[in-house]
């Protein structure tokens, strides 16, 4: 049956107005409260709609050498190929208005409440930010946390016997935030740099508010940003606390590069038109991804314990 319910013309333009309001004002506050959207470069490349996602990597095979005259045996160089596909996901919610709320609004002359709105933009961000920090088995989504094939840094024992940094020295620590970057420069001869590192809030707390050992002007970032010439970015993520082995808190570095990592959203949120139900307007909400993707996994690395 058909739904007896309808708003008049005014009713009517009055309430599409309020939900194109609500989308802009939701879009513009949500994305800066996760870190994730910062943090990891996004990909909207793959259009809306796609099911999977392929991408391919490329090496070449082969060298070159010093020849003589009339020599027939040069060396032969080729290329080869790999591919890896991953699968789009749907995310949705909804919210939704009763008609006696719309024209109340629409006679008082105010807004519609748009804590809903905010409430289902909000939980549709959480759960990307979720996906593109610490994946999804269930539906083969990776995250970048958990990524394999990512370089582990073994974080080493302190002179007390500890790998918390809150048993360490500052210079311990500090040795700690260079070695991680050396182990992505080191191994790939240099090809891979990293600029961001990141970290829980309660390291991060520690290594801003800690002063270097005599040198009380200098803080342990301040100290190791000032003589560490790769990394430009240091922040704090919560999905780093008890990620790592044992549930211990992990730390990590990476090239903050789209040629290096990517978080896939073919469909930005988005609402849809509004669809009666009885004597309520609900409104779906959608958006997709595929989580994160990392290129060239050696340009990641992870250390726990700390």
Same mark, same amino acid.
């Not at 790998?163 to 040795?175: G, R, S």
């Given at each position: 049956?058909?739904?007896?319910?309808?708003?008049?013309?005014?009713?009517?333009?009055?309430?599409?107005?309020?939900?194109?309001?609500?989308?802009?004002?939701?879009?513009?506050?949500?994305?800066? $409260?996760?870190?994730?959207?910062?943090?990891?470069?996004?990909?909207?490349?793959?259009?809306?709609?796609?099911?999977?996602? /392929?991408?391919?990597?490329?090496?070449?095979?082969?060298?070159?050498?010093?020849?003589?005259?009339?020599?027939?045996?040069?060396?032969?160089?080729?290329?080869?190929?790999?591919?890896? /596909?991953?699968?789009?996901?749907?995310?949705?919610?909804?919210?939704?208005?009763?008609?006696?709320? =719309?024209?109340?609004? $629409?006679?008082?002359?105010?807004?519609?409440?748009?804590?809903?709105?905010?409430?289902?933009?909000?939980?549709?961000?959480?759960?990307?930010?979720?996906?593109?920090?610490?994946?999804?088995?269930?539906?083969?989504?990776?995250?970048? #946390?958990?990524?394999?094939?990512?370089?582990?840094?073994?974080? +080493?024992?302190?002179?007390?016997?500890?790998?918390?940094?809150?048993?360490?020295?500052?210079?311990?620590?500090?040795?700690?935030?260079?070695? #991680?970057?050396?182990?992505?420069?080191?191994?790939?001869?240099?090809?891979?740099?990293?600029?961001?590192?990141?970290? +829980?809030?309660?390291?991060?707390?520690?290594?801003?508010?800690?002063?270097?050992?005599?040198?009380?002007?200098?803080?342990?970032? /301040?100290?190791?940003?000032?003589?560490?010439?790769?990394?430009? /970015?240091?922040?704090?993520?919560?999905?780093?606390?008890?990620?790592?082995?044992?549930?211990?808190?992990?730390?990590?570095?990476?090239?903050?590069?789209?040629?290096?990592?990517?978080?896939?959203?073919? $469909?930005?949120?988005?609402?849809? +038109?509004?669809?009666?139900?009885?004597?309520?307007?609900? #409104?779906?909400?959608?958006?997709?991804?595929?989580?994160?993707?990392?290129?060239?996994?050696?340009?990641?690395?992870?250390?726990?314990? =700390?």
């Amino acid at each position: 049956m058909k739904n007896p319910i309808k708003l008049d013309v005014g009713e009517s333009s009055f309430f599409r107005r309020q939900l194109e309001y609500i989308k802009s004002q939701t879009y513009d506050t949500k994305y800066k $409260q996760l870190k994730a959207f910062s943090l990891i470069p996004i990909s909207t490349e793959a259009p809306s709609g796609a099911d999977t996602i /392929t991408f391919r990597r490329f090496s070449g095979i082969g060298y070159a050498k010093i020849i003589a005259d009339y020599v027939h045996d040069f060396p032969r160089v080729d290329v080869f190929g790999e591919e890896e /596909t991953i699968k789009v996901r749907s995310m949705g919610d909804s919210y939704g208005y009763s008609i006696k709320e =719309i024209r109340r609004s $629409q006679m008082a002359g105010t807004n519609l409440d748009q804590r809903r709105a905010d409430a289902a933009r909000r939980a549709m961000d959480e759960l990307t930010n979720t996906l593109s920090w610490r994946g999804d088995s269930t539906y083969s989504i990776n995250g970048l #946390i958990d990524y394999p094939g990512i370089t582990e840094y073994t974080v +080493p024992l302190g002179a007390g016997g500890f790998k918390l940094w809150n048993t360490k020295t500052p210079d311990e620590i500090v040795a700690d935030l260079s070695g #991680i970057v050396t182990a992505v420069i080191d191994p790939t001869n240099g090809r891979e740099a990293p600029d961001t590192m990141i970290m +829980p809030i309660e390291q991060y707390q520690y290594i801003t508010n800690t002063r270097m050992t005599g040198d009380s002007a200098k803080t342990i970032l /301040t100290f190791f940003l000032e003589n560490n010439q790769f990394i430009k /970015t240091v922040d704090w993520v919560v999905e780093l606390k008890g990620a790592g082995a044992g549930g211990t808190d992990r730390f990590m570095v990476y090239e903050k590069s789209p040629r290096n990592l990517t978080q896939e959203l073919p $469909q930005m949120f988005e609402q849809f +038109p509004e669809q009666w139900k009885g004597m309520e307007a609900v #409104i779906h909400c959608h958006a997709e991804t595929a989580g994160v993707v990392v290129y060239y996994p050696l340009s990641v690395a992870y250390g726990d314990g =700390i």
